[in-house]
């Protein structure tokens, strides 16, 4: 049964960047899954100054990869969570939430955002 894993927006961002990317997740190891939350479609886009070959990479990654949105239990999670951190990060909080709610490990290159999370697998690689 192949593992699906939550891919945080500065994992997808680096991959978008490199362009071997395209191949690389194609020819990945077929017994994982990787998926992103709604908000890292929602960060990805808001950052400033993107160039159109950039948002065509943004585009052709949201078409590789599954997407999860965020409900209400993953915003009554976050939410919950929000109470809990000194630093009120939303979107972060909100990609949390949603590892934890779909038993997700995710990756990230800032695992520092995301420490002190009960029960939150958190990983820097594969």
């Known amino acids: ?5 939550l891919l945080d927006t ?3 961002i680096e ?4 362009l071997s990317w395209q191949e690389w997740l194609l ?4 017994t ?13 886009y808001a950052l400033a100054g993107q160039s159109q070959l950039e948002i065509d990479r943004l585009d052709l990654a949201c ?4 997407s999860i949105p965020v409900t209400s239990a993953v915003a009554k999670r976050a939410a919950l ?6 630093r009120k990060n939303r979107p972060d909080v909100l990609i949390a939430a949603t590892a ?16 002190g999370i009960p029960g939150l697998k958190v990983q820097s690689t594969l």
């Open 1 to 5: 049964m192949p593992t699906r894993v």
């Open 10 to 12: 500065n994992i997808v």
């Open 15 to 18: 991959m978008t960047n490199d």
């Open 27 to 30: 020819r990945s190891d077929p």
């Open 32 to 44: 994982y899954i990787f998926m992103i939350s709604t908000v890292t479609i929602m960060e990805m």
């Open 63 to 66: 078409d590789l990869l599954e």
């Open 81 to 86: 969570l929000l109470r809990t951190r000194t």
């Open 100 to 115: 934890l709610d779909y038993y997700l490990p995710l990756i990230t290159k800032n695992t520092k955002d995301f420490r």
